[in-house]
Structure formats: C-alpha cells, structure tokens
C-alpha cells in the first residue's frame, strides 16, 4: 500500500503501519538508537544514494555504505557475479572510490537524504584499518563504522587472514582508542568458530558484531570447462544461505553480550523475524535488494504487520523470543513426568496410559 507523493524529486512512501498501530520499533546497538531494526547491507545498496529514487533511505534502520579501503580499487576481473540455484556468487573484489572521493562526493549526497549512516571499512593490516579510520572519524553525519572482517574476494586483508582471534581482538583495541563512534566487526561464517570470533571482536571493545557475511562457494561452467567468475570462488548470498547464516547468528548471540546484527539470505519479513527471535538486535537486508529494489522497506511493513497483528507493544518484545530444547541434563532434573518418550511406541504408551 502506497500513498502518493507531493514532490516530484522524492519517492513514494508506504504507509507507516508502524506509526499508525503505535508500534514501538527502535532498537540499540551500542550507543546508537536506530529508529528501526532493517539496515541494508554494505555492497548492495551503493553508497546509498543510488537508491533514493525508489524508496525513503531516511526511513531505514541505517544505510551501510559500500565498504571503503585506504586507496580506490578496482576490483576483481570479471566475470564478477553468478546466478545459482536459490543464491547468487559475486566476486567483487571491494570495488569503491577510496576514501577522498567517499568523502568529497557521496557521503554528502547520502547525508542530504537524512539517512543513518553506518560508513563500512576494510583493509590489508590493522595499520592501515587505523590510519583509514582516523581519515573518517570526524566527518559529520557518520554515525558508526562496520569493519569489514570477512570478505572472501580479495588476496589480501580478507576473511581468512583476518579469522585469527587475537589478531581481531588487538585490532579493535586499536580502533576503539580512536573514536567514539560505534564499531560494528562483520564476521565471516568460513571459520572453525564463530562464538571465538566474537568473544575476541568483544574483548576488543566492538559495539556489536554482524553475523554474517557471504559463504565462500563455487559454479563451473560445463561448456568451458572453467569458473563461472574470474576469480574462481565467490561469496555466496542469498536464500540458500539463510538456515546457515541464522544458525552462526544464533551462535554469535549466544556468546557474546554486545549486540549482534543478522545477515544472510533475508529476503522478506519473517526471514528477519527468524534473525530477531533467535536474538539479533537488528537485521541487515542484501541480495534481496538486487530483486526488489524496494526490499528493505518491505522487510520493514512486514515486521510492523507481524507485531501488530500479535498486540505487541514493539520489536523489543520480539527480539530473542525463540524457545530453546531442553538440554538432556535439564531434562533430567526435571524428573520422568516432564521426560518426552524417546520413540513413537513409547509415546503410543504413554498416551494410553493417559487415557
């Protein structure tokens, strides 16, 4: 449901169903209050500003931008992107303008809009991740910082270099010395560990954790005998991936205080109500832009509707509602009468000695 627009040069909005229900959607991530939890994912939104002719970026969570390294790159040699079965491969390779240009020309254009702004860094060596940092951290309008620590497109500074825990841990020690802002770590799931991980970015002073970023996968090209990219692997996202990224998210939740963001194969509402129940404080929304431009705001009057319709007060009252099994000790205390007959006869049984 859409209402019309009285200007020209702005999109068309949906109806705020979480307004007119009173719903209560804001969430915190560190010290940031987001006005809603559905953030787009860094590297499928742009800079953010690509997309304001479609929808309202000021409405959004937050707009991470595409992630920013110390020197413009022009990323990896095509082919770049691969369509599989319920996913997609892309092998970008942190394609971005650099910082000068990223601040000269599109965080203006994107601070125009009113958006939240979560700037996404990364780099080769914790030395240049603080050099790149001290650059930004005093532009106006940047609310936080993601820094990406798991992207499996690039030969140096990428996910697997930077899956060592102490390595993560010293090196948000060494960006929190440096701002204020929030600092979000973006994990990898390719790692033995996730909870490791976290716990680590954690010690180190992050403000929260995104769980998770692409899963490094493979398509051939039976014609050619050879990779369907350039590169010959890829990140893989998409619906494919979600029950994957939803149990790593579930796991980072589990071991770490700080807030955790949920990521991967959100393509609708209950995609991210699965993300928020099993704990994540927010959710980002990534490849589902690339088919619906509009996704991040669906996800959002899609959440809104859920909660409405169950006379919820707001997200908050959503957010970590997933009940957990019983574990066998827990079981155990609780005594035979709560014990759940193992097979189909004994709960056959069980039943007819209820009768």
């Keep these: ?21 009173g719903l209560d959607l804001a969430v915190r991530i560190g010290p940031l209050r987001l006005a809603n939890p559905v953030l787009v994912a860094s590297g499928t939104f742009g800079y953010g500003d690509e997309y304001a002719h479609v929808l309202d970026v000021a409405r959004l969570g937050a707009v991470i931008t595409k992630t920013v390294t110390p020197k413009p790159r022009a990323g990896n040699p095509p082919a770049r992107i691969a369509e599989t079965a319920a996913g997609m491969l892309n092998s970008i390779g942190l394609e ?14 994107l601070r125009s809009l009113g958006a939240t ?10 030395e240049e991740l603080e050099r790149l940092l001290a650059q930004l951290a005093g532009e106006p309008g940047i609310a936080g910082f993601e820094i990406n620590f798991s992207c499996p497109n690039v030969a140096k500074g990428g996910a ?7 390595r993560l841990e010293r090196t948000l020690a060494g960006l929190r010395a440096r701002t204020r802002a929030a600092l979000i770590a973006k994990l990898s799931p390719d790692v033995t560990s996730v909870a490791d991980l976290a716990r680590a970015c954690e010690q180190g002073g992050a403000d929260a954790l995104t769980a998770v970023n692409t899963f490094v996968g493979m398509a051939v090209d039976l014609g050619h005998r050879r990779s369907r990219l350039g590169r010959a692997t890829g990140g893989l996202s998409g619906p494919a991936i979600k029950p994957l990224a939803l149990a790593k998210c579930s796991e980072a939740v589990a071991a770490v205080r700080i807030p955790v963001i949920g990521s991967g194969g959100i393509m609708n509402g209950r995609d991210a109500l699965e993300f928020l129940a099993v704990g994540a404080r927010a959710i980002q929304v990534g490849t589902a832009t690339f088919v619906r431009p509009r996704a991040a705001a669906q996800v959002l009057e899609e959440i809104a509707a859920f909660l409405a319709e169950r006379n919820l007060a707001g997200v908050n009252d959503w957010i970590g509602v997933l009940r957990q099994p019983a574990s066998p000790a827990a079981l155990r205390a609780a005594g035979p009468r709560r014990s759940a007959p193992r097979t189909s006869a004994a709960r056959h049984r069980a039943a007819r000695a209820a009768r």
């Design 117 to 126: 702004i979560i700037a996404s860094i990364g780099a080769d060596t914790p």
């Design 1 to 21: 449901m859409r209402r019309a627009s009285r200007n020209g040069n702005r999109p068309e909005v949906p109806v705020d169903r979480a307004a007119k229900a």
């Design 96 to 109: 971005n303008v650099g910082p000068e240009r990223f601040r000269s020309e599109k965080l203006p254009k």
């Design 160 to 166: 697997r270099y930077w899956a060592v825990p102490r």
